[in-house]
């Protein structure tokens, strides 16, 4: 006769038999039984000194479940603690039966301090009074988790046995921790990637575009902007410049210099042969005469484009051919007036492939900002100025689509001195509004020219 566990046939009882039931067999021959000793039993987990919640996880995953659970005060056995089981430790029981416990619910007279976590710091102070308890100190800590103004931690824990009127110290969140948003704006993607991961912030949406300004694979723009305060984690888009547009004026070489009296820019050369060099003059002048200046340098022949000189001072336009690659050349402004000087002027020169001069147009002005209206005669033409302010040591305010290529605040002789372009090619037969937001009550002349594919 052999044992069986079985959840249908009752312990003591016949499960099989063999030979069955019916079978001819010589008289006095063997019959084996298994009988049932009943259903799967299994060891009960000891779970006294366990919280509540511990004590539950460890009965079920023994496939047994909770009965019923008491609450019984206790000084040795902390609040949400089991103080005894029933059936106790070790005993063999049927699975699934139920296991009953007695939880502790502190010392007599003492309360449990409430769970407030997650709670505004005004709910969790009711519920903490009305448990007959005090609110202590109440620290801010950031928390990306848990929103601002709401409760991180207390102490004494939730589920704590204290005595009545002790305090509970709160922690409430400030929100996620904010950093600054680094200034990324003229940094390879590379670097600017890695200066805002080292931030602790997160590179997002990356954008393509043309730049007539910005090299390939620098960063033209960033969003949020440098220097405002944001979450850690936050992603910062990034617009990222694609290289000249293609069909426009190639820009090579771009150099400027600023001074006193004739002024000279640094050696540089150009990379191709045929290109056009553009020379932005701007020059401070004396309060009568007409202050201008002549352009010579690279051994080539330079023409003005325009000039404008209503108001003191002078800006104008010069441009010259260069039919074979330049090599360490300079160019030269010279002003015609210098009695009562030195006066200042600046001076930017800029070279181009594939382009001519195309229109211009030139105005002059007092307690007004310019607008000079110049029209696109070729699609994918380029448009620059060059401006002089006589009477403020003051940077220039451009409207949206306008860059500002240089720019010579002169607080010695109190003018500003500046070279400005949009930033998208002109089409034919659209009209460009070229000027400033700001200041609006300084005098100024203003040269604006086209830049043509040619």
Request: aromatic share 4%.
């Amino acid at each position: 006769m052999t044992t069986q566990s079985s959840t249908t046939v009752p312990s003591g009882s016949v499960i099989s038999q063999n030979p069955t039931s019916g079978t001819q067999v010589v008289v006095g021959s063997a019959v084996n039984l298994v009988v049932s000793w009943g259903p799967p039993q299994v060891a009960v987990p000891n779970v006294v000194g366990l919280t509540q919640a511990a004590a539950t996880t460890a009965i079920t995953n023994a496939n047994l479940v909770v009965g019923t659970v008491t609450t019984q005060s206790s000084t040795t056995v902390p609040a949400g603690s089991v103080i005894s089981q029933n059936p106790s430790a070790g005993t063999q029981v049927v699975t699934g039966s139920a296991v009953s416990l007695v939880v502790s619910s502190g010392a007599p007279g003492q309360i449990t301090v409430p769970n407030v976590v997650g709670m505004t710091q005004a709910a969790a102070t009711t519920a903490i009074t009305n448990a007959g308890l005090v609110v202590g100190t109440v620290l801010t800590a950031p928390s990306a988790t848990v929103q601002a103004g709401s409760i991180i931690s207390s102490t004494p824990a939730a589920g704590t046995a204290v005595a009545p009127g002790s305090s509970v110290a709160l922690t409430v969140s400030s929100g996620p921790s904010m950093v600054t948003v680094p200034n990324v704006v003229g940094l390879t993607q590379t670097a600017a990637t890695s200066a805002i991961t080292a931030a602790n912030l997160a590179l997002g949406a990356v954008t393509l575009a043309s730049s007539t300004f910005v090299p390939a694979g620098e960063v033209m723009s960033q969003t949020p902007a440098a220097a405002t305060m944001i979450a850690v984690g936050t992603a910062v888009d990034l617009v990222v410049s694609s290289g000249q547009p293609a069909g426009s004026p190639q820009m090579d070489v771009n150099v400027s210099v600023d001074g006193s009296g004739a002024l000279t820019t640094a050696p540089f050369s150009t990379s191709a042969a045929g290109e056009l060099l553009v020379a932005f003059v701007s020059s401070d002048g004396p309060a009568t005469g007409v202050q201008t200046s002549t352009v010579t340098g690279g051994g080539l022949t330079w023409t003005l484009v325009r000039r404008a000189v209503t108001e003191v001072g002078d800006a104008e336009v010069w441009a010259a051919s260069a039919p074979t690659t330049l090599s360490n050349v300079t160019v030269s402004a010279t002003q015609s007036i210098t009695t009562g000087g030195p006066y200042h002027q600046s001076v930017t020169v800029v070279s181009f492939t594939n382009a001519a001069i195309g229109s211009s147009t030139s105005g002059s002005g007092s307690r007004n900002p310019p607008s000079l209206l110049i029209s696109g005669t070729v699609s994918g033409s380029l448009v620059f100025a060059v401006g002089f302010d006589a009477d403020q040591p003051t940077a220039r305010t451009l409207p949206a689509g306008q860059v500002m290529l240089h720019q010579w605040v002169d607080s010695t002789k109190n003018c500003t001195m500046w070279v400005q372009a949009f930033s998208d090619p002109l089409q034919f037969g659209d009209f460009a509004a070229v000027g400033f937001t700001s200041p609006i009550r300084d005098p100024w002349n203003l040269v604006a020219v086209e830049i043509v594919p040619h």
